[in-house]
């Protein structure tokens, strides 16, 4: 059973930056597609960034590219959302998530196994 567990949220000012972390176990994770998704309060939970665990490519929403990076530590097997240049609209519930496919996809439904979530406040 594939167990992900994210930390590092927190409430941080606009223009700051946070790191969030997602710990993953009970598989080995070199053919699966990890991602973070977040859901702001009353909307839906949306896209934010996916990795190819293997070869580490990656794909962003347009709402948060240039400003996050999503990258993974395949010896420690833990995802990683560096998030700079905050903004008032990233508030939000991050969830890390895993799929046991390589292939890209931004849908939440193709993601098998997802974290608690870790809450992120950006204050103006």
């Known amino acids: ?23 993953a176990s009970g598989r080995t994770f070199g053919r699966y597609r990890m991602g973070w998704f977040r859901q702001a309060p009353g909307k839906e939970r949306e896209f934010v960034a996916t990795i190819n665990w293997s070869s580490g490519s990656t794909v962003y929403a347009d709402s948060v590219k ?40 931004t849908d939440e439904t193709s993601y098998r196994y997802w974290g608690q979530g870790t809450q992120v406040t950006v204050s103006s």
């Open 1 to 23: 059973q594939v167990h992900l567990a994210e930390s590092g949220g927190g409430l941080v000012q606009a223009g700051g930056s946070l790191a969030l972390s997602c710990a």
């Open 66 to 105: 240039g400003r996050f990076t999503i990258s993974r530590d395949n010896a420690k097997n833990t995802l990683y959302l560096q998030m700079n240049n905050l903004k008032p609209e990233d508030t939000a519930v991050y969830y890390c998530a895993a799929r046991d496919s390589g292939l890209v996809t």
